[in-house]
């Protein structure tokens, strides 16, 4: 069974000139597309795998560049569809390079994309909704109402987006691999919105950006976070496959309650059962679990051995991440020398724990921190200390 919300999904169709976007479309839909607007049917096949390679390997999106088709038949796909990403309305380079993107999608709505660069690789944090329904009392995002999904194409948009800002699609004939190292390498769904409540949409967006004749990335470098919506966790496994990241946060049901609301639904127990099933449907290495550290919040010792204690059994790393602040949060960050106290523990009970080098704070790109600059109507620290029970 799917969990869904009661959210709208804009349709395929545009409003002007009422042509379909085929940005989005999975490859039997894109065929069932094609075929509904004269291509014949035999042709089909051939047809999506030459347009697919178009747009997603080297980026395309003027169909008369499309020098493969026959004039006419590039004529009777301009007539009928477009090819459109989400639009970039600004960009904000961080002074450790960090870039945050905020983009309009459809309805005139905006989201924020962060793209970050390491030496060994570039992550692109991607959203999947406008706003988030789980009020997470540490998250910026959470203070923004949810005001729909998004779609397919706006998901897997804003990796194209981010590829052409990156200047990094390959020539039309060169292959993906053939362009040398690259810059946008994997890609985390831990923008804004909950991905599991979206479910759908970042399958399709997913599978899009993992099939091989397109922008071709890894089901290993492909990361998605979820707060804990349990029935859908075995499906991210089964029709996904990618790694997955639990944003957990606390060692009791009491204090999750307070951080992360949806443990009122799940505990974690639950939580922990279903994720204990994980590894093995998906062949993934380890699960990641989150953990924000939040000043006389989940940050004593104590928290760290339970944290070890309830994680027994599951292969898995610890990312723990200094928090973040954001105007009117009710929370600190954890001192330096609690956060490094807490990482041994855990450490010496035979567990990854990195924590994570804080990037793009000063343009409040970082962990927790974003939301669209439309949205950004402020809650005082008093209003969202009290829903958080504190």
């Not at 194209?160 to 690259?182: F, I, K």
């Not at 799940?266 to 059962?273: G, M, R, Y």
């Not at 035979?350 to 939301?371: F, H, N, V």
Request: hydrophobic content about 40%; aromatic content about 6%; overall charge neutral.
């Amino acid at each position: 069974m799917t969990i869904t919300q009661d959210v709208v999904t804009i349709p395929r169709k545009l409003p002007e000139g009422g042509k379909v976007n085929l940005v989005g479309l999975t490859r039997d839909k894109l065929r069932e597309t094609l075929i509904a607007a004269g291509t014949p049917e035999k042709q089909a096949k051939m047809r999506v795998n030459q347009i697919w390679q178009w747009i997603y390997q080297w980026g395309v999106r003027d169909f008369d560049a499309m020098t493969n088709l026959a004039k006419a038949y590039r004529a009777q796909l301009a007539e009928n569809f477009v090819i459109e990403i989400p639009e970039l309305v600004s960009k904000q380079v961080s002074a450790d390079g960090t870039r945050k993107y905020l983009v309009r999608i459809a309805g005139g709505h905006e989201v924020e994309v962060v793209y970050i660069p390491e030496t060994d690789r570039g992550t692109l944090c991607v959203s999947s909704q406008v706003g988030c329904t789980l009020t997470c009392s540490f998250c910026h995002t959470g203070t923004q109402k949810l005001v729909r999904n998004l779609t397919a194409g706006e998901i897997v948009g804003q990796i194209m987006m981010a590829r052409d800002d990156l200047g990094e699609w390959p020539e039309p004939g060169v292959g993906s691999g053939e362009a040398g190292p690259r810059l946008l390498s994997n890609v985390v769904l831990m923008g804004m919105g909950e991905p599991l409540y979206n479910f759908d949409n970042v399958r399709d967006a997913m599978k899009i950006a993992m099939d091989g004749e397109g922008i071709s990335l890894s089901r290993r470098r492909i990361t998605l976070s979820t707060s804990g919506v349990v029935p859908e966790i075995a499906k991210t496994a089964e029709e996904i496959g990618c790694l997955l990241a639990i944003s957990f946060h606390a060692t009791t049901d009491e204090v999750r309650d307070q951080l992360v609301p949806i443990n009122k639904r799940w505990n974690i127990k639950t939580l922990l059962d279903a994720l204990r099933a994980y590894p093995k449907l998906s062949n993934s290495e380890r699960i990641t679990f989150e953990y924000v550290m939040l000043k006389d919040v989940n940050d004593t010792d104590a928290d760290a051995r339970r944290l070890v204690k309830l994680i027994a059994g599951i292969p898995a790393k610890i990312n723990l991440i200094p928090f973040n602040e954001w105007p009117g949060s009710p929370y600190e960050r954890s001192d330096w020398s609690r956060i490094e106290a807490f990482a041994d523990i855990i450490y010496k009970a035979g567990y990854a724990s990195p924590i994570r080098t804080p990037r793009g704070e000063d343009i409040m790109a970082a962990c927790g921190q974003l939301k669209s600059a439309t949205e950004r109507a402020r809650k005082s620290r008093a209003e969202i200390a009290k829903e958080a029970g504190l």
